[in-house]
């Protein structure tokens, strides 16, 4: 089981930048891919970012495209999300999860990000 | 884009069955997972590859999948089941949507 503990979120104004950070404990990270899923105040899961174990395959939803980077540090065991050209939709808990096979596994306790002015 | 649809919500009496239903075109084809979320909490995976369970998760805890439609079966449902669900679909061993979740009321 993979411990993940979030960190970064804030509030910042329309237009502002914000990074996340995701560390992970008690497994091998190296060996998981990794996922942001993000879920706004009262509203459902929405996946936001992926990238494989070693970074080579990275995937981004349609609406962070552009302005939205994720990366790794696997010799840190974390996982980040840079977050640009942030719009008062991106206002959301943001969660990082190891992904399994067919399944997202384990997901950290999430971070809050809101964007407002 | 592929979309899953789930009911708002499902209401249950304690010690009943509570079925909560999700569809999309062709999910038989698709391995489906579901995932428990509380308020306040982090979700919790409770059932993956349409059937499988985590060994933390209780056995009144099932799934299925088959046509358009996968279902999330809790039998004898408790009052701690009360929860948000959401249904995942993968496209692939990388690609997947979620529903729009399920809202569930045991009294």
């Known amino acids: 089981e993979v411990q993940l503990v979030e960190s970064g979120g804030g509030l910042v104004q329309p237009g502002g930048s914000l990074r996340l950070s995701c560390v992970a404990s008690?497994?091998?990270?190296?060996?998981?891919?990794m996922d942001w899923v993000r879920q706004a105040p009262g509203k459902g899961l929405e996946r936001v970012s992926y990238i494989s174990y070693s970074g080579a395959a990275i995937y981004y939803a349609d609406s962070v495209k552009g302005r939205f980077t994720i990366s790794r540090d696997n010799a840190k065991n974390s996982v980040y999300l840079q977050m640009n050209s942030l719009r008062a939709e991106d206002t959301a808990v943001y969660y990082c999860a190891s992904v399994g096979y067919y399944s997202t596994d384990d997901w950290g306790q999430g971070t809050l990000v809101t964007v407002s002015s | 884009s592929y979309e899953l649809t789930q009911p708002p919500s499902v209401s249950v009496s304690p010690g009943q069955t509570a079925s909560i239903t999700c569809s999309g075109d062709k999910l038989e084809n698709k391995y489906t997972s579901w995932y428990q979320q509380k308020p306040g909490q982090s979700p919790v995976l409770v059932i993956y590859q349409d059937i499988k369970r985590p060994s933390a998760i209780p056995g009144r805890f099932s799934g299925s999948n088959s046509g358009n439609t996968a279902t999330l079966t809790i039998s004898g449902a408790q009052t701690m089941d009360e929860a948000d669900y959401y249904c995942q679909a993968w496209d692939s061993s990388t690609h997947y949507v979620f529903g729009g979740g399920t809202k569930v009321t045991v009294l």
């Open positions: 008690g497994v091998t990270f190296s060996t998981y891919d």
